[in-house]
């Protein structure tokens, strides 16, 4: 939407609505440059202080009397460079899978700063798309140079997060969230609206409802099967302890569950996924070495492929995802576009599962566990040709049933011409219920039998 000049925009901060407070303080309120450093170092800020916390929580009580509280706060600190997903050392071993659960609250975090830096932007009238995507940078840049910041203070013993790592995906998580947040509230949204294609809107709606099955039937899948193999899920609870010390094991199964959810996807789209190097579970084989003692991995199934239900599963995932986006695509106007936007979806879903399928796997050191998670290549590429075969099915069969329903019209209104508007009673009735029925107007000896 382009606002005419002195006119606020719908979505701008309204200060009088209760659901909604800004992030900027007044004091930074009053610069659209201070609003950007604000909230990007902000939402660093509150990250590394729910990390260290939360850390402190786990920690602490467990820990000897000889523990230092500040081993606490450099754990917390290297939690919250974890979650940026860079890549960290952990007692000298390099890991680079980490639980989603975090990389989703710094996002949802930076989602939110990119909102305020949106609300900012409209209560100062700012609407020139130059100095908006500035200071989107610059709200990314000091989210990034404060996570920079931290990093000598998260060195705990051999345990450090890389410098390079932390830079790259701390700005490109802050973009991907932050800065799609600031876009959709500010006047950036109508500054894009008219330069992107017009079957990109669409598209990326079709492919994101496709993208949501494809990880809902995951998840689904890992419920149930933490439900069919609840003891061995148990067991492996009772050997990592009870009591306070089992809950950073459970904390920490939560927050990799969008990991087996995504992993679940994987499976459901073909490729599956891996659980060590040499490992291989799919609907096709099912071979992995010894696992660790984690409770969430209980849940791996057994024995050689898919059961009935997970191929039942499989099928009907990419028909779902499919008659999704076939619903979406067929909201436009022509053929050919809908056929454009289809075909743009299941690209943006290609992407979309590759960079889910990077996300959601890694590695562990350089030994057995150095190959966690789908492929990311193989995930993507299963998932959008399986959306895109389905989606031609359900698209043909639309296009089939507009056209048997257009050609029963079409004899309707020529029999109507020819013979005149039929009296009301039975055998009217009949012959109309003979139509929908056969899609023939001209049998009167069916026309007959319906109507004794």
């Known amino acids: 939407m382009v606002c005419q000049p002195g006119q606020v925009p719908d979505r701008a901060f309204d200060p009088s609505d ?29 990250c590394a202080v729910t990390a260290i916390v939360t850390v402190a929580v786990c920690w602490l009580p467990v820990s000897g009397p000889n523990t230092h509280s500040m081993s606490a706060v450099r754990a917390g600190l290297l939690t919250f ?46 609407r020139e798309p130059a100095r908006l995507a500035t200071a989107a940078a610059l709200q990314a840049a000091s ?34 969230t932050g800065g799609v947040a600031f876009v959709r509230t500010s006047e950036l949204a109508g500054w894009c609206a008219v330069r992107v294609p017009p079957v990109v809107p669409g598209a990326l709606r079709a492919a994101g409802a496709a993208l949501a099955v494809y990880v809902g039937m995951g998840a689904f899948l890992l419920a149930c099967s933490l439900v069919a ?65 984690f409770p969430i991995l209980g849940a791996l199934p057994s024995g050689h492929g898919a059961n009935a239900f997970g191929w039942l599963l499989a099928a009907i995932t990419p028909l779902v995802a499919g008659g999704c986006v076939a619903r979406l695509v067929l909201r436009a106007e022509g053929w050919p576009r809908r056929c454009a936007e289809a075909v743009t979806a299941a690209g943006a879903l290609l992407v979309a599962m590759v960079v889910l399928g990077w996300q ?27 959306v895109l075969a389905a989606t031609a099915l359900w698209l043909g069969v639309a296009a089939g049933s507009a056209r048997v329903r257009s050609r029963g019209l079409d004899r309707g209104a020529g029999r109507l011409a020819s013979h005149g508007p039929e009296p009301a009673g039975p055998a009217s009735l009949a012959r109309r219920l003979f139509v929908v029925a056969t899609g023939r107007a001209d049998d009167a000896s069916g026309e007959d039998q319906l109507a004794g």
């Open 360 to 386: 959601a796997g890694g590695g562990i050191g350089t030994g057995g566990l150095r190959t966690i998670g789908p492929s990311p290549l193989l995930f993507g590429l299963a998932a959008a040709a399986a």
């Open 18 to 46: 209760p659901s909604r407070r800004s992030v900027v303080p007044q004091a930074a309120n009053h610069s659209l440059w201070l609003a950007a450093i604000w909230t990007g170092v902000g939402a660093a800020v509150v």
């Open 143 to 176: 989210f990034t140079v404060a996570a920079l910041i931290t990093i000598p203070f998260a060195r705990l013993g051999t345990s450090s997060a890389p410098v390079l790592g932390v830079a790259g995906a701390g700005l490109l998580l802050f973009l991907a």
């Open 81 to 126: 460079l974890a979650a940026l997903h860079g890549g960290v050392t952990i007692d000298g071993t390099p890991a680079a899978f980490v639980p989603l659960g975090l990389t989703l609250i710094v996002g949802a975090v930076a989602w939110r700063a990119g909102s305020g830096l949106g609300d900012a932007a409209a209560s100062l009238d700012e």
């Open 229 to 293: 193999h609840h003891g061995r899920v148990e067991a492996i609870s009772r050997q990592v302890g009870g009591g306070w010390g089992g809950i950073p094991v459970l904390l920490l199964g939560a927050l990799a569950a969008p990991n087996a959810a995504i992993a679940g996807a994987s499976y459901l789209a073909g490729p599956g996924f891996a659980i060590g190097a040499g490992s291989g579970i799919s609907p096709f084989t099912t071979s992995h070495a010894v696992v660790p003692a």
